[in-house]
């Protein structure tokens, strides 16, 4: 079900519309809407199913621009490994259809639903916007690496589009790169074609219980540099794990492969503790835990930040703010990945959180959190000001009046 009821497609009054809320069913529709907006000077909210909505800084919008209508499954191919959808088509209907022929998005897209407190996982688009990546990211890639091009509305009302039905080198700009992780600031996509890979046949993980941070991000280490191709790695501190602590190992593939390389990490592994390994039901059901956040989806009142460091600093940056904010996490991507909840303060911990990973190269971005703290701090990661510059620049080309989604990554 959709969290909001529908609403009809826009209808325009000379240089006005009828309503506040615009809902394209077609891309002429959906440039027109756009047109109308940059006409008028009137800043617009980009929506699909809202799911993520609350994820941004609070914007100042006179209209909202209701993408959801442009759905449905419009090529696939599974030979060709090649899938082409509208924006705001559910990921639900398109995960289920490649399900079907034995097929998956191979960057695993997060379902926050839990976590945020929605209906559904969300639309395609909105997996764009976001570029969230589940436990696979650390062998596959992003979803930006997966995108092999879309058509789109820039915030002139221009209709585009970029890249092809083929993953190739080409001389120009790969604006896919550019549009996924974008929030919808750049331009309003309407229609993306992205490459889809065949499903293992089997997984199973190697599960080591007991250790404390460090000996973990040591374990996973020595097991991502071995040669048993490990496809998640991630652990789970005694504060969100149920019973104790536990490092987990992904290994995914045809049986026998992953029975050989299975007995090989019980050997990598030995000098960390007695290695157990979770069949294929088990494992399946850990790792969907691992990659939607259920850990942290119980307090609803704590804020949840997503925090990107080098692997082997992820033990001092969570163990600093354990001590500094009361913080509560866990690591996924070998330890490249932290998240984290923290008690509601004013300023959402964000000085220290920022704090704590200024020595690495690193990231954080805050997830849940309410519009009053959301309009107060900065929910994305400050840029240096070369890259803030550089930012700006690319926003004008695209949407020179600032009509996209206006301030939601940056003031």
């Not at 820039?154 to 080409?170: D, L, T």
């Not at 942290?296 to 930040?305: F, M, N, P, S, T």
């Not at 600093?320 to 990945?337: E, I, K, N, T």
Request: with cysteine.
């Amino acid at each position: 079900m959709s969290t909001r009821e529908p609403c009809p497609s826009p209808t325009f009054r000379g240089s006005e519309t009828v309503a506040d809320t615009l809902c394209p069913r077609t891309a002429e529709e959906l440039a027109r809407a756009v047109a109308w907006a940059a006409g008028e000077k009137e800043p617009v909210e980009v929506l699909g199913t809202g799911t993520k909505r609350g994820i941004g800084r609070v914007m100042q919008t006179a209209a909202t621009l209701d993408v959801s209508a442009l759905s449905g499954i419009s090529l696939y191919e599974p030979d060709e490994l090649v899938m082409t959808a509208g924006a705001g088509t559910r990921l639900g209907e398109i995960e289920a259809m490649l399900a079907e022929q034995s097929q998956q998005f191979a960057f695993e897209p997060p379902d926050l639903s839990r976590l945020l407190g929605s209906e559904h996982s969300g639309t395609l688009g909105g997996m764009i916007a976001g570029n969230f990546a589940g436990p696979r990211r650390i062998k596959v890639g992003s979803v930006r690496d997966h995108l092999l091009g879309f058509a789109a509305v820039s915030g002139r009302g221009e209709e585009f589009k970029s890249g092809s039905r083929v993953m190739k080198n080409v001389t120009g700009y790969d604006l896919s790169k550019l549009m996924a992780g974008s929030w919808g600031t750049l331009a309003v996509l309407a229609q993306a074609t992205f490459k889809v890979l065949p499903a293992p046949e089997t997984e199973a993980t190697v599960m080591l219980a007991g250790l404390d941070d460090e000996a973990a991000a040591r374990a996973m280490s020595a097991a991502m540099q071995s040669a048993a191709d490990v496809s998640g790695a991630a652990h789970l501190p005694a504060d969100v794990a149920a019973d104790g602590p536990v490092t987990l190992l992904r290994l995914e593939g045809v049986g026998p492969s992953v029975d050989f390389r299975a007995e090989r990490l019980h050997e990598i592994l030995g000098e960390f503790g007695q290695p157990e390994r979770l069949d294929e039901a088990a494992s399946r059901a850990m790792w969907t835990g691992v990659r939607d956040v259920h850990c942290l989806a119980d307090g609803q009142d704590r804020l949840v930040w997503r925090i990107s460091v080098p692997p082997m600093d992820g033990p001092r940056v969570l163990g600093s703010l354990r001590r500094a904010c009361q913080a509560r996490g866990f690591y996924d991507w070998a330890g490249g990945l932290i998240w984290l909840d923290v008690p509601a303060t004013a300023d959402g911990s964000a000085a220290a959180i920022r704090a704590a990973i200024a020595p690495a190269t690193g990231h954080a971005t805050l997830i849940r959190a309410p519009a009053s703290l959301r309009t107060s701090i900065e929910v994305f990661q400050p840029q240096p000001p070369a890259l803030a510059a550089l930012t700006q620049r690319v926003k004008e080309a695209f949407d020179p009046l600032g009509i996209l989604n206006p301030g939601r990554m940056y003031p």
